[in-house]
């Protein structure tokens, strides 16, 4: 007995060594073929933080565990996440191991997963990462082949993520906190499954609308499932959507490419409070306490086959019949309401659906609410049989439904019907279809904390026909601004069923817009600083619009801009923003705006104006505009007024600001007199020249004409009077703040009162001097260099014959010296050049890296916002800081290598000016 104890003791020891060293032993080998397997089968990145393999708490079998699993996009998708997976283990057959052919999964567990799926308008997803049959290396199950196969029997979800982003349909989902379990054995041809999924809130959004806002979804089913014909019968199901509940029996079938439908549904209960709680604003307050009456009825069937030209004949039916509802602590209830919906398809063609409401029905207070509608044939030729006819007193609903926070007066009375078919509106035989109403809106108000002040429309008419709705009226106020519009819409009813474009045309007139006010900027124009300003956002123009606006406001304030008397044409049309000649009085001036908008390409916003300016005061603008402090920061040290001509076109940012690299523009630039003050740089010049009042001077009289391309400025030659000097002025300014600007002066030399000889030591005193400056650097360092200009004025009369004689006596010796003057002038020209491109380098280098400090600045910023929010949230924040800082330093880069190419071109025309110096 004694020896049967020992070695039952040496086999649990020898069991106990194998559950602990086993999984080392195999943990490379599975770790290898995992991320060999994965990624040799898809079009993706995939990889993994790690892989854990134990054998104690899952044995017989071994529990696998991936760690921070990542699937990130190629191609058209580059650096976007598909998936993130926080945890994922698999259970593997223990047998399959030592087998070591392949590995037998038998159950998945999925812990916080993230699924981002993104569909293109032109059909492209980032989901279909499967690379085609011929590229794949295909397991041979004959052979040793390292892969894995699929023996599965519980699959499990836990608090998962998934955003589901259509651009082909305009169709967003978003599922957050999803918990799904089923159990069944995959390894039969045929097995039940049992099938538990939870859903803590869903959303669906199609073509702009919400149908689903923070929807609990519960869902229990057993399905029969046969896994070679991919048929399956559901036995006993629920669906819960808030308190609606749905239970359905049936069969969904794929043979092959086709979908088959055979599905009978209803709601086991018939309390009209289940229907309510679909509504969002209705079942997020208080619904618990809600009190109704009345009983609904909800059923339908689904059969055939659905694919690309074929869909399954529907029978779906609602019925409610005199239903109310109220809250306790509310004094009024919504009453009488009935509701007749019938849905159907025979089946085949989607043009044989008809969508019919009967009846729609509720009293309001006293305020009744009618409507009907039927929709035939929506494919070919939609027909519309519909009559609305509303009364509300917006005062009394808000004793009826919970608005926290808001408050509504005012009378709505409308009434409208519609007959006919949408050809009849398509070909414009409007008198073959019939459409007539009216819309009157008295004494409105509202306030919300969605408003950034209360919303008065003290008048709202409208008049309906077929051909257009005529706006006869409309007063409005949000805050201090005010608004009167007056006009049309056309092609009205397409654009509502079947999203074509709206056509308006109308006017505006206004006393006052406060943009500061409507967009919640609390500072005033005069206090608010240009750190303080509110960053703006991407503005959208919606595509499906085509609005002519004639305008007329008399005041409109925007951050610090204040502008009067702004008339013009503005239209909207296919995502972009048009003024023609959109006059305004602003900064003491005037401007004459013609040009677009284009927000088609919301990621890459442009803007291509012309814009004529009057007198407009220089320093205002720059504190009013950041571009003009971006690109001239000069300006912040210049009084008086300026005009131009100015051509600008630019990528916008998101934050609309120009994208500096893409800015093309050209034009002129004028201006009676402008006083330079408080310049580093022309001081810099007056202490070099012992003139103080080149320290400060004013540019009289001048016109200047520039051209920018590629974020490059370039200042053409023209001529002014700097501090009562004629000047020649002109020179370049780049994308890394680098200056080089020329200004040459002719100065009397009586101006230098003595001091000539100690700023240009050994000149012989004329009439004039010629005095070259040259300012280089950057615009945050400026520098100033000054010399004799070849074509000198001082030597003239006595002068000139003087230097003749002398040499003449002393031309032998100037020989001599030729060569050696030209070698010092070149190494001089050479080296100046050197300093500058240097320089230029160096501007560079600390422009990339403020560039890449403030990006990890706003990535920290994101993620550190995102820290106690969710996970979907906490993952998007990362992705947006990864992208900025990847953008950032790509535009770093950018900074660093034109610099470089400037400075290569400074060198070359360094050395072509060297070779062709002479004495």
Aim: include cysteine; hydrophobic fraction near 40%.
């Amino acid at each position: 007995m004694k020896r049967f104890f020992k070695i039952l003791f040496v086999v649990v020891l020898i069991l106990l060594a194998l559950l602990i060293f086993l999984p080392m032993v195999f943990q490379s080998k599975i770790e290898e073929t995992a991320k060999t397997e994965l990624n040799k089968a898809v079009a993706a990145k995939i990889d993994f933080k790690d892989v854990k393999l134990s054998l104690i708490s899952s044995f017989p079998d071994f529990k696998f565990e991936i760690n921070d699993l990542s699937v990130v996009g190629v191609g058209d998708f580059e650096n976007d996440t598909l998936a993130f997976i926080h945890k994922l283990q698999l259970k593997l057959d223990l047998f399959s191991v030592f087998g070591g052919d392949e590995f037998a999964i038998k159950s998945i567990v999925v812990d916080d997963p993230l699924v981002f799926v993104k569909i293109l308008k032109d059909g492209k997803a980032n989901y279909d990462i499967a690379l085609p049959s011929d590229e794949v290396e295909l397991a041979d199950t004959t052979a040793s082949s390292g892969g894995m196969v699929i023996k599965l029997k519980d699959f499990q979800i836990n608090r998962g993520h998934i955003v589901y982003d259509d651009y082909s349909y305009d169709m967003l989902m978003v599922i957050q906190g999803l918990d799904m379990q089923f159990e069944g054995d995959l390894t039969e041809a045929s097995t039940k499954l049992d099938l538990v999924t939870k859903i803590a809130s869903f959303d669906f959004d199609y073509e702009g609308m919400r149908y689903m806002n923070s929807a609990a979804v519960d869902f229990k089913g057993i399905i029969d499932a046969n896994l070679e014909t991919f048929v399956f019968n559901f036995l006993e199901n629920e669906l819960l959507i808030n308190q609606f509940p749905i239970k359905f029996t049936g069969m969904f079938g794929m043979p092959g490419n086709d979908y088959d439908l055979d599905l009978a549904f209803s709601s086991p209960k018939t309390d009209f409070k289940h229907l309510l709680s679909l509504i969002p604003a209705l079942y997020m307050n208080d619904f618990k306490d809600m009190k109704t009456i009345g009983e609904m009825s909800f059923k339908g069937t689904v059969k055939g086959i659905y694919n690309d030209n074929l869909i399954p004949g529907f029978n779906i039916n609602l019925l409610v019949d005199k239903a109310l509802f109220k809250y306790p602590d509310l004094p009024r209830s919504a009453e009488n309401i009935s509701i007749d919906l019938q849905l159907t398809n025979p089946g085949g063609d989607p043009d044989f659906t008809e969508i019919w409401l009967k009846k729609f029905h509720v009293d309001l207070g006293t305020n009744p609410v009618d409507m009907t509608f039927k929709i035939k044939n929506p494919v070919s030729d939609m027909h519309i049989n519909g009559q609305v006819d509303a009364k509300v007193d917006f005062a009394g609903m808000t004793d009826i439904v919970p608005m926290e926070g808001y408050t509504m007066k005012g009378m709505l009375d409308a009434s409208l019907k519609m007959l006919g078919n949408m050809s009849a509106i398509e070909e414009e035989r409007y008198s073959d279809f019939a459409a007539s109403g009216r819309l009157d809106l008295d004494g409105f108000e509202m306030s919300s904390p969605d408003f950034p002040a209360p919303l008065v429309i003290s008048k709202a008419a409208m008049s309906f026909s077929p051909a257009s709705i005529d706006l006869s009226q409309f007063d409005a106020r949000l805050g201090s601004s005010n608004f009167q519009l007056s006009g049309k819409f056309e092609n009205y009813i397409s654009y509502v069923f079947k999203d074509e474009t709206l056509i308006g045309s109308l006017d505006l007139k206004s006393t006052l817009i406060n943009l500061n006010e409507l967009m919640g900027i609390e500072e005033s124009p005069e206090t608010t600083t240009a750190e303080e300003s509110t960053p703006m956002e991407v503005v959208e123009i919606p595509k499906n619009i085509d609005f002519t606006f004639t305008a007329a406001i008399e005041k409109l304030i925007y951050d610090k801009l204040l502008i009067d008397q702004m008339n013009g044409m503005i239209t909207m049309k296919d995502g972009r923003m048009s003024m023609d000649k959109l006059g305004m009085d602003m900064l003491g001036g005037n401007m004459l705006l013609t040009g677009y908008y284009d927000s088609k390409d919301i990621t890459k916003p442009e803007v291509d104006f012309q814009m004529k300016i009057t007198d407009i005061a220089i320093d205002k603008s720059y504190e009013t505009f950041q571009t003009i402090e971006k690109l001239t920061p000069l300006a912040k040290n210049c009084r008086g007024n300026i005009s131009a001509d100015i051509k600008l076109k630019s990528l916008l940012d998101q934050q609309m600001n120009p994208v500096m690299s893409s800015i093309n523009s050209s034009g002129s630039l004028s201006s009676k007199q402008i006083s330079i003050v408080d310049s580093k740089a022309f001081k810099t010049l007056g202490d070099k020249l012992k003139m103080e009042k080149l320290s400060e001077p004013s540019l009289n009289d001048f016109k200047a004409s520039y051209e920018m391309k590629d974020g490059i400025l370039e200042v053409k030659p023209f001529v002014a009077k700097v501090a009562g000097q004629k000047a020649t002025i002109s020179g370049t300014q780049g994308i890394d703040r680098s200056i080089d600007y020329k200004m040459a002066l002719d100065i009397p030399t009586a101006s230098f009162a003595g001091s000539l000889n100690s700023v240009f030591p050994g000149q012989v005193m004329g009439d004039f001097m010629n005095v070259n400056v040259l300012f280089t650097g950057s615009l945050d360092d400026p520098k100033v260099g000054v010399g004799l200009g070849s074509d000198n004025k001082s030597l003239v009369g006595a002068a000139k014959d003087k230097v003749k004689e002398e040499v003449g006596k002393k031309v032998d010796e100037a020989k001599e010296k030729v060569n050696e003057e030209i070698q010092k002038k070149k190494e001089k020209i050479l080296k100046d050049a050197q300093q500058k491109a240097d320089a230029m380098k160096e501007a560079a280098r600390k422009s990339a890296e403020k560039i890449r400090a403030e990006a990890d600045k706003k990535a920290k910023e994101l993620t550190d916002a995102a820290k106690n929010k969710n996970a979907i949230e906490k993952k998007l924040a990362q992705t947006a800081a990864e992208k900025l800082r990847k953008e950032a330093d790509e535009k770093a880069k950018k900074v660093v290598s034109e610099a470089d190419k400037q400075a290569d071109e400074i060198m070359k025309k360094a050395k072509e000016e060297a070779d062709k110096v002479v004495v």
